[in-house]
């Protein structure tokens, strides 16, 4: 697929989720699944995340609290640290995560607090043994 909006979809797909993990996905496709890779890149990462209004950071907090309130653990995870590559603080992402529990459902609420931590824990440790190695 070569169309501009495609080709501005995977630049940002990569840069917010990182290259390694989407040409990792891509790869993957297969006859069955690579038009749907590509509709997610052209549709998703080019025209909705591609628009100009909402900055990055304000799509990634939409995101998190609309795929925490559908309960999508994986896609979750995956969008949490998009939106920490995105500039969104833990504080932000913890006050957005107070807001999909009072509107989406505590249940929601709880599951979404339990990813972000998940995530924040592998951080840590990776950071942790980042420093124990210098």
Not at 56 to 72: E, F, K, Q, T, Y
Not at 79 to 104: D, F, T, V
């Amino acid at each position: 697929m070569s169309s501009e909006r495609y080709k501005k979809g995977l630049a940002i797909r990569r840069e917010v989720l990182g290259a390694e993990y989407v040409d990792a996905a891509l790869a993957r496709a297969d006859d069955f699944n690579r038009e749907f890779q590509e509709l997610v890149t052209e549709y998703c990462w080019g025209a909705a995340w591609g628009g100009e209004t909402l900055s990055r950071r304000d799509r990634s907090l939409l995101n998190l609290v609309m795929i925490g309130a559908l309960n999508r653990g994986e896609e979750f995870k995956l969008h949490l640290r998009g939106a920490l590559n995105n500039g969104c603080s833990r504080a932000e992402i913890k006050e957005a995560l107070i807001q999909l529990a009072i509107y989406a459902g505590i249940p929601a609420g709880i599951e979404a607090f339990r990813h972000a931590g998940e995530v924040f824990a592998s951080i840590d440790r990776a950071s942790s043994d980042e420093e124990g190695m210098q």
